[in-house]
């Protein structure tokens, strides 16, 4: 069974650092890319960011959020730095055939691109 967990979720202040993870089972994580995406109350989904199996990423904010993944640990995992209080949402990790190439789209991951979805861990920046 395909399963995605995420975790590191919680409460922060502005300016602070979350490392989110996506604990990936019951599929081989070298053959998917893996994408964060988030969505606020009232707001679209949208994309953060994503690795393939090759490491190559795409990001929205190469200052602030960095991905990187294991796949000793199928593990996938989002740093975050200098946190806002508009980056506050639920934050879901989501699979996808590495060879689809969701990275590379113009204009950033889609949701519709992504097969496997975990349950979203929230994420609050307030001081």
């Known amino acids: 069974q395909v399963q995605l967990v995420e975790s590191g979720g919680g409460l922060v202040q502005p300016g602070g650092s979350l490392r989110l993870s996506c604990s990936a089972s019951g599929f081989t994580l070298d053959d998917y890319a893996i994408g964060w995406f988030r969505q606020a109350p009232g707001e679209e989904r949208e994309g953060v960011s994503c690795?393939?199996?090759?490491?190559s990423t795409y990001t929205t904010n190469a200052r602030r959020f960095i991905i990187s993944r294991d796949n000793v640990k199928n593990t996938v995992y989002l740093q975050m730095h200098y946190l806002k209080p508009d980056d506050t949402a639920v934050y879901y990790c989501a699979a996808a055939r590495a060879e689809t190439r969701p990275h590379r789209r113009a204009g950033g991951i889609r949701p519709e691109d992504f097969d496997y979805w975990g349950q979203g861990t929230q994420v609050t920046v307030s001081s």
């Open positions: 690795i393939s199996n090759d490491h």
